[in-house]
Each structure stands twice: as structure tokens, then as C-alpha cells.
């Protein structure tokens, strides 16, 4: 049977064959690691942004039941109230170990009465920057009114694993202040 001829590939078309389907898989590959990529991006920004708005919402509420702000707060990161239990509560920027300072890099809750102080946000998650505003509705000139009712403007910048992000709201507390 000479004229018989099997049909099979030729190394040629074998190596042509294993280079495309190499470069499908590079591609493939590239597009799968690019998903997984954004998906722990995406992931890390959720978080983050879950647990800032949760600090933010449990100030909020702590300070709109206030029964009075302290408005000479002695630094800007500070914020020191009387919760509607009667303590007088501070939060600040702490170090890892709760002990207040501007320089640290997570937000603590204190008891003033009791003289403890912890964590408020997660360890994970780095405070950039805080600040407090106290207003009264003062006048330019140094007059205030009679009746006011006092807000809070809250600035909190967070970061996680280099994503940032940054939450301002203003608190108004249930409290109405009658000067003499």
C-alpha cells in the first residue's frame, strides 16, 4: 500500500497551534487578574467606607441625645460633650493605645468621669485627619443670640491600604441654649 497516506499534523501547525492557544491563556489570565484586582480595590473602598459612616452615624447620635456641648473645646481634633446619661465623653485622635494626641492615627471615645478611653475605629483603618467645629450662631462683632441652638461640623479624612476618603456632616444636637 504505497499510495496510502495518513493524515497527521506537521510540526509547523503543531507549534502555531500551541502559540495561539498560549497567547489566548496570556489574555485570558491578564483579564481574570485585572477582575480580581478591581474586586479587592472595590472591596477596600466598601469598607472603608462602611466603617467611616458608621464612626460618623454613632458620633451623631451620641451628640444629637447631648445634653450639652463643651464650645471651649481646647483643640480642634477634640470634641467633649455631656451624652444624655450625664457623662461628660470626649473623642479625639489617639495613638494605638488610646492615649489622646494630635498627632495620632485613630479616633478614640473617653469618659472624662471614669478616665477610660478606647478605640472607636477599627485598627485597620488610619484617621488622616479630624476636626470639630463648634458653632453658636455668634455674630461678627462678638454678639451672640439670646436662644441658639448649637451644631457641630464633623471633617474626618480615613484611609485604608492607600484609599482615601474623605466625610464631612453637621450634627445638630437636641439641646437649645438660653445665654442670661
Known sequence: MIGDKKKSFTLAEMIIVITILGMIAGMLYKVFRDNVIL???LSISADLRE???YLVEKISREVRMAKSID???S????LVFTNQEGEKIKYCL???SANCTPSGKYLARCNLDEGICQLFSPKDIEIASLFFKVNNFCFPGGGCSPYYQPYITFFIKAQKKKKELFLQTTITPRIYVVSP
Open 51 to 53: 466603617n467611616v459612616v
Open 75 to 78: 483643640k480642634d481634633t477634640d
Open 71 to 73: 464650645e471651649k473645646n
Open 39 to 41: 474586586k479587592e480595590k
Open 94 to 96: 489617639s495613638d494605638i
